[in-house]
């Protein structure tokens, strides 16, 4: 059985930096795709950024684009995303996710495997 285990989340502040982690046990991802989304209340889940198995090819959401860095470390089984300079609008729950393809992709119907997310506030 897959499990994600994300953490890092917390209460913040605007400008603040934090890294989430996705632990990922019961298969070994290093020849998948990986992915974080995050929901904030009332919204829909929407893609934050994705990453080949190699971690060579990411992609990443306008809104995030340049203050958020994701990675993986295939060697112990996890996912990062470096978040800088958090703003209030990226208040949300994250959700990591593992595709069975290794293409990177912006859409929730394309990953197989999804955490139960972590929860990250920001106070301005």
């Known amino acids: 059985q897959v499990q994600l285990v994300e953490s890092g989340g917390g209460l913040v502040q605007a400008g603040d930096s934090l890294r989430l982690s996705c632990a990922v046990s019961g298969r070994t991802v290093s020849s998948n795709a990986m992915g974080w989304f995050r929901q904030a209340p009332g919204k829909a889940r929407e893609f934050v950024a994705s990453i080949n198995s190699n971690g060579r090819i990411t992609r990443y959401s306008e809104s995030v684009k340049g203050r958020f860095t994701i990675a993986r470390d295939n060697a112990k089984n996890t996912l990062y995303l470096q978040v800088n300079s958090v703003k209030p609008e990226d208040a949300a729950v994250y959700y990591c996710?593992?595709?069975?393809?290794?293409?990177?992709?912006?859409?929730?119907?394309?990953?197989?495997?999804w955490g139960q997310g972590t929860q990250v506030t920001v106070s301005s």
């Open positions: 996710a593992v595709r069975r393809k290794d293409y990177t992709s912006p859409f929730r119907g394309d990953y197989d495997y």
